[in-house]
């Protein structure tokens, strides 16, 4: 195994002579980053429950709306490698206030926009702020204390599962009582805010050790490749995995990949080297995040959402109980648990805390999938996730994809493995699909031992992700 020996192993500083931060305006810092991820949060939860009512505000169909989502996770999915890298050349901040001043720019289109494809063009530029996750990381890796960096990746992984389940309540409540642009007006305030406080909290200048430019190059074939892998997976579930149509696209998925491979080895600065993608410090993290996502992410908003109101073969519920019952609780549990998971993993190690949220993961998914005509054990389970999956899984990721990403792309890695969750996602509600739309029991069991043998297999690999220099295994 080829294996790089310029790996960032402990938070970098940003310029020589950097002094590292704690106390209160180690609390100041997190803060603010905070109010930078909650703007791209609430822009991806709030406005789900929403959809119907956008759809037929302009006379059409609730399917219609499904771009307003898709076109704003593929921006996503884009943005946080390129800009993510973009950073390393002209700064945290400056990039920050960038993803932002996008976003703020695209909810003002929102709205404002009189049609449907407007508004989509504008959840498009709204979703370039997923950026904004992987730079608030990197951000902390540069300027806090090594003692308060774990909790402070918990916090901020903490957000990513949603505000403790009831971010979408209110956006229902929101859109149901003031109208759905009602949910745009609230994220521009919260992005003005955001963008202000990081102005005057963020600091100036680039990373040390980082040289040359950008890769454009690099960065388009990438981002050509992200595309083409997202509507392989989406077109393989509508179309068939055997349509023409899904077959052009996984042509043009592997074509964009060799393309982008060919590129970087050629490229005197890369996104991110050959040798790199190669190593035990990059491909593990990026497989374990694919993986884990789509078994336990297909678990907890699909399956188990399909089961949970099926009257006849499942558990009968209303949706809204469905998601009292089986989705906040997760949720919730995790706001607490990813900043413990961070606390943990500074002190008992990043790999340890990783592979023991994968392992409880794989559990959970086991006794939902062994039990799953039982209410409660499928509820106990898919609870117990808020700990092992939004917790310690989730905050390990996160913070390894910092801690092992190459020191001379800081950026690199943790933009890749950002883009990586969005995929793993729809692979795994993808591969469950077919079964768990059978609506009978043996098709909900079936989805979920699918979900088990995908978190298997990212257990498997988790055991390949190298250790940060200095961490013991």
Same mark, same amino acid.
């Given at each position: ?31 603010? /980053?905070?109010?930078? $991820? +909650? #703007?791209?949060? @609430?822009? =991806?939860?709030m ?6 009512? %956008? &759809? !037929? ?13 898709s ?6 999915a ?13 700064g ?42 992987? /730079?608030?990381?990197? $951000? +902390? #890796?540069?300027? @806090?204390? =090594? ?8 916090? %901020? &992984? !903490? ?78 579930s ?9 077959? =052009? ?5 592997v074509?964009?990949f060799? &393309? ?19 190593s ?66 500074d ?127």
């Open positions: 195994m080829n294996t790089p020996t310029s790996v960032a192993t402990s938070p970098p500083d940003i310029a020589e002579g950097a002094t590292k931060i704690g106390g209160r305006r180690a609390a100041l810092l997190i803060s603010t /980053l905070l109010l930078g $991820v +909650l #703007s791209f949060q @609430l822009n =991806a939860s406005v789900t429950p929403a959809l119907p009512q %956008i &759809a !037929a505000s302009f006379g059409l169909s609730a399917d219609s709306a499904a771009p307003v989502q076109m704003f996770f593929l921006a996503g884009i943005a946080g490698p390129v800009i993510g890298r973009w950073s390393d050349f002209i945290r901040r400056t990039a920050l206030l960038l993803v932002l001043g996008i976003m703020g720019a695209g909810t003002i289109l929102c709205i404002a926009a009189p049609t449907l494809p407007i508004l989509i063009a504008g959840r498009f530029l709204q979703g370039v702020s997923s950026a904004v996750f992987a /730079l608030a990381y990197i $951000v +902390l #890796s540069e300027n @806090l204390q =090594a003692r308060v960096f774990g909790t402070s990746v918990g916090i %901020i &992984a !903490a957000i990513n599962g949603g505000v403790g389940g009831v971010d979408g309540y209110f956006g229902g409540l929101m859109a149901e009582t003031l109208g759905f642009r009602s949910i745009f007006v609230a994220v521009l305030i919260l992005t003005a805010i955001a963008a202000g406080c990081i102005l005057k909290t963020v600091p100036k200048g680039r990373p040390q050790g980082v040289r040359g430019a950008m890769d454009w190059w690099g960065a388009g074939s990438l981002s050509v490749f992200l595309v083409f892998i997202t509507y392989f997976v989406s077109g393989g509508a179309a068939g995995w055997t349509a023409p149509s899904t077959l =052009a696209l996984l042509a043009g998925t074509a964009s060799a &393309a982008f491979w060919m590129i970087e080895k050629k490229r005197t600065n890369p996104l991110i080297a050959v040798h790199h993608l190669r035990r410090q990059v491909w593990p993290v990026i497989a374990t995040t694919v993986l884990t996502l789509a078994g336990i992410f297909a678990i907890i908003n699909f399956t188990v959402v399909l089961l949970s109101q099926d009257t006849h073969h499942g558990f009968g519920l209303s949706a809204s109980l469905s998601a009292l019952l089986f989705l906040t609780p997760a949720a919730l549990i995790g706001v607490f648990a990813a900043p413990l998971a961070g606390w943990l993993a002190r008992r190690g990043w790999i340890k805390t990783m592979r023991a949220g994968t392992g409880m993961s794989l559990a959970c998914a086991t006794a939902a999938a062994t039990f799953s005509d039982n209410q409660v054990a499928v509820l106990i389970a898919v609870a117990a996730l808020g700990i092992f999956y939004n917790g310690l899984f989730l905050t390990a990721i996160n913070g390894l994809s910092v801690l092992l990403s190459p020191k001379e792309a800081p950026a690199a890695l943790p933009g890749i493995n950002g883009a990586s969750f969005g995929i793993g996602a729809s692979l795994g509600v993808v591969l469950v699909a077919p079964f768990a739309a059978q609506a009978t029991s043996a098709g909900y069991t079936t989805a979920l031992w699918i979900s088990v043998a995908i978190t298997a297999a990212a257990f498997l690999i988790s055991l390949f992700v190298a250790a940060p220099k200095g961490e013991k295994l």
